[in-house]
């Protein structure tokens, strides 16, 4: 019995221990974090296409639901989790494993955010940084390995702005253009200074604008 109840705590206490650690995951990747825009300044699309877009970290909270025991005793069945659901957590997943890389590939210059929400790769030349970790950190990243991060990336954002359409009853695929412009808009305000971005009319910029936390 004592060895029965002491093992019903501790898979419950691992299955909260899994789903705090994959919230603190959805939270650093959220693409909202660091928007400067306040609600009121966002147009109604932007509104709807964050709102959804935030909302699919409660789908990839249920998705990483373990088969567990409450503290009652009582076995918790597995919900049941569509393709959909599934490869939209496995798109966070890899944006949020990827992001220090694609932010230090900001850094080098090497991509830059294009206007339909994806990264765009451009020649890698030899950074100018002082760091020496940063220094061997770009040695050492073959052309491979990069352009594999940034296909990686580039495919789930592809993911999550299908997905952003499939959950909100608003949205047709006709409004894809438009939601892949407010990606592209949301992701150049969350670029660090220096970074490269795209304004709507095609031209590439260095971004200027700092990042703040939302108000």
Sequence with gaps: MKNSLLGAVKAFITRRALLFSLGFLVSACTLAKVDVNVVSERTSLENQVLGTYNSLSEDMLLVASVRGVSPGGKIDAA???????????????????????????????????????????????????????????????????????????????????????????????????????????????????GAKVQEADGRWITNLTTPQPPP
């Design 79 to 193: 919900p049941r989790h569509t393709p959909e659901q599934l490869d939209a957590t496995r798109a966070l997943e890899t944006i949020a494993f990827h992001a220090d890389d694609v932010e230090t590939f900001k850094k080098f210059g090497w991509i830059g955010e294009n206007n339909e929400g994806l990264l765009t790769p451009f020649t890698r030349e030899t950074p100018k940084v002082t760091s020496e970790e940063l220094k061997s950190f770009a040695a050492n990243y073959s052309a491979a390995e990069f352009q594999q991060v940034v296909q990686e990336v580039n495919q789930a954002r592809e993911v999550l702005m299908m997905r952003v359409v499939q959950t909100n009853e608003n949205f047709t695929i006709k409004d894809l253009p438009a939601i892949r412009k407010v990606f592209a808009k949301i992701n150049r305000q969350n670029s660090a200074p």
